[in-house]
Structure formats: structure tokens, C-alpha cells
């Protein structure tokens, strides 16, 4: 596991301390070096996951093992900070957050964030293979909004990019979470040569179900073994041009705190997302870091570039040496990533897996 670099170390409230802890310096919100308020954070509770999907990562993965893990407690904790620091919204990853063990009673915990009035928003990404056991609980919680990951709706090719995945499982899934009054968005990886062929029909059942839909372009992270990841990148502006030889897309002002950019379909009122950190760069309006399952601050994705949270999160019961730990991580967030597969080759790939971070 890499470690932060020389220049951080230099930098890093554990080895400066601050010797005044102003009431303002405390309260100011978290700024980054280029203006970009910091209100949304991402948090991996887990790196397992009961799918292997081809782009996220290999078959025969390597999991942390247990005690590396943040406990709900440190979990609570660590996001309870970024709560107080101005976070307003809070999304739960993986790994597949919902085969972490009793995860329902993180989720039960943070939800008094909500009841406050300090937290805005609590969701999750999922792959939706565990929604039909959770769904009721977590809109019990107080989450409202769920993404699902679903790259087809043919249930053989399901099975193939998800390796250990079954289809029917998750719709089953999406099924009980709209029932339980849950707003569900599909995530699409876009994939040549793989659900080509299967715009329009994830276009259509989305707008059937009442669900909004956002596409993805493939980002180079991880050895995933033999997958050509030139080979499968599809840009979203091909596939944009596709859907209007059918409809009449209009652009949108919309923004969830993500990187998404919206369009409506004319035709029918509904709304599809681009993601698009290959054919063009969101990083302009980034506004959120991730905090991964051992307690490593990114504030990119496309970037290596980290902090450990950890020991400064068990290295007091106060938690200031947090803060200030948290403060220092947020001044070193660059500029953007480096994504780039224009000259034929990985450029920009990072070497940990999707599953690590969070997606």
C-alpha cells in the first residue's frame, strides 16, 4: 500500500500540530487549493463484493482481510467529520456496500445526520444483487435515492460481465427498492462491442420504470488480467449521437453533486446522464473526495495521490487531530486526473482497482 509522499508528510497536521485551533479556522468549510467547496463524500465500507465484473476487477481478487477495515464505529465517525466540515451529502460504496455485516446499523446510526438537518442527502451505489433483502430498511434509515449498476438487461451476458452475478436476482432487487418508495438510477458502463446493441432498449425500460439512467465511459484502474481496455472504450459523444438519430436531446442545467451533465428526451421527458472523464474532463466543478474501506482519503479518482485518516482517527479520542488530518488531505486535492486513451495506450491508469476506492 503506497504511502503519502515526502511532501505531505511535511505538510501534515500529525507531524505540525497546530498550535491555535481558531473557533473560525475550526468551523471554515473545506476548500481545496482551486476554489472547490468539498460538500460531497464518498465512502467505501467494504472492498468485497459478491460480483467480479470484468471492468472493476479480477476473478480471483485478493480482499483485505477484516481487521484493516474501519469498524462502523471509525466508519460513523470518520463521516461524522466531514459532516461537521460542510459535507451535505453522503454516498455509502464498495466493494458492494450491502455485503458488509450489519451494515444496516451504520446506516441506521448516520440517518440522525439527516434528522438534523446537517446532512442533506444519504444514498448508495449498488450492484443490486442484496436490495430485495434491504430496501424497506434503508428507506427506513432515511436513504432516498439508490444507484444501481447494470450494464444489460440480457441475462446471459449479465452473467459473463459480472462473472458471479445472475440478473434476475437484481431485478428483483430494483423492483423492491421502487415498491419501497426508493428513486432508483441505473449506472451503465458503455462498452463496445458489448451493450452496443442495447442503448435503446436500457433507454426504454428505464423511462418504463420511471427510473433515470446515466451512462459511464470505462476508466483505466487496475490489472483486470486480459481486458482490453482500449478495446471496450466507447465514448459517450458515439453514443450520444446514437440516441439522437432517434430523439431530440436537450441539454440540462441539473446537477446531483456528481459528475454527471443531464440531457431530458423531448419525446418522452426522460433523463439520461453522461459520465464522461475520458471525452471530457468534469474536474472544473468537482466538489467531493472518497474515503476508502481503510480509512485513505483520495481526493481524485484518476490520481494515486493519498492520505492515510486512519491514525489520526484512532490516534485520539478527540477529534481534532482528525480535522486538522482532514484539512491537510484537502489542500493537496489537484487540479483533475489524467485519463487519456488518445494515443492508443493506458494513459492516466491508476494501479489500485475500482473496488478499492469506490466507485
Excluded at 476473478?59 to 467529520?81: G, I, Y
Amino acid at each position: 500500500m503506497s504511502k503519502i509522499t515526502t511532501e505531505q508528510e511535511a505538510r501534515s497536521p500529525l507531524r505540525n500540530p497546530l498550535p491555535d485551533r481558531s473557533l473560525a479556522a475550526m468551523n471554515a468549510p473545506l476548500i481545496d487549493p482551486f476554489a472547490r467547496a468539498i460538500s460531497y463524500l464518498r465512502v467505501s465500507v467494504t472492498d468485497r463484493c459478491d460480483f467480479r465484473c470484468v471492468y472493476c476487477m479480477s476473478e480471483n481478487m485478493t480482499f483485505l482481510p477484516k481487521k484493516n477495515l474501519l469498524t462502523l464505529e471509525e466508519l460513523d465517525r470518520m463521516c461524522s467529520a466531514f459532516i461537521r466540515l460542510g459535507v451535505r451529502k453522503l454516498r455509502i460504496t464498495g466493494g458492494e456496500p450491502l455485503v458488509r455485516r450489519e451494515i444496516m446499523t451504520f446506516f441506521n446510526q448516520i440517518g440522525r445526520h439527516l434528522e438534523s438537518g446537517a446532512l442533506d442527502e444519504l444514498t448508495l451505489t449498488t450492484n443490486g444483487s442484496q436490495l430485495a433483502k434491504y430496501a424497506a430498511d434503508l428507506y427506513a434509515a432515511g436513504v432516498r435515492r439508490v444507484n444501481v449498476s447494470l450494464d444489460t438487461l440480457d441475462a446471459a451476458k449479465f452473467a459473463e460481465i459480472t462473472r458471479w452475478g445472475r440478473l434476475p436476482q437484481v431485478l428483483r432487487g430494483i423492483d423492491a427498492a421502487l415498491a419501497a418508495g426508493l428513486k432508483v438510477k441505473i449506472n451503465t458502463v458503455a462498452l463496445k462491442g458489448f451493450n452496443e446493441d442495447e442503448l435503446f432498449t436500457l433507454a426504454d425500460w428505464c423511462a418504463q420504470q420511471g427510473m433515470d439512467l446515466t451512462f459511464i465511459e470505462v476508466m483505466p484502474m487496475g490489472d483486470i488480467g486480459n481486458e482490453d481496455r482500449i478495446g471496450q472504450y466507447w465514448s459517450l459523444t458515439d453514443l450520444r449521437a446514437e440516441l439522437e438519430k432517434r430523439f431530440t436531446l436537450v441539454d440540462l442545467p441539473d446537477r446531483t453533486g456528481g459528475p454527471a451533465r443531464y440531457v431530458q428526451i423531448k419525446e418522452t421527458g426522460q433523463r439520461i446522464g453522461f459520465i464522461t472523464p475520458l471525452s471530457h474532463n468534469f474536474c472544473e466543478s468537482c466538489n467531493r473526495v472518497r474515503i476508502t474501506c481503510t480509512g485513505e482519503i483520495y481526493t481524485c479518482l484518476g490520481q494515486e495521490g493519498h492520505s492515510d485518516l486512519r491514525e489520526p482517527l484512532r490516534s485520539s479520542e478527540s477529534d481534532a487531530v482528525l480535522e486538522d488530518a482532514i484539512r491537510a488531505a484537502i489542500a493537496l486535492k489537484p487540479k483533475g486526473h489524467d485519463f487519456d486513451y488518445s494515443r492508443q495506450q493506458v494513459d492516466g491508469q491508476v494501479s489500485r482497482h475500482m473496488s478499492h476506492t469506490g466507485g
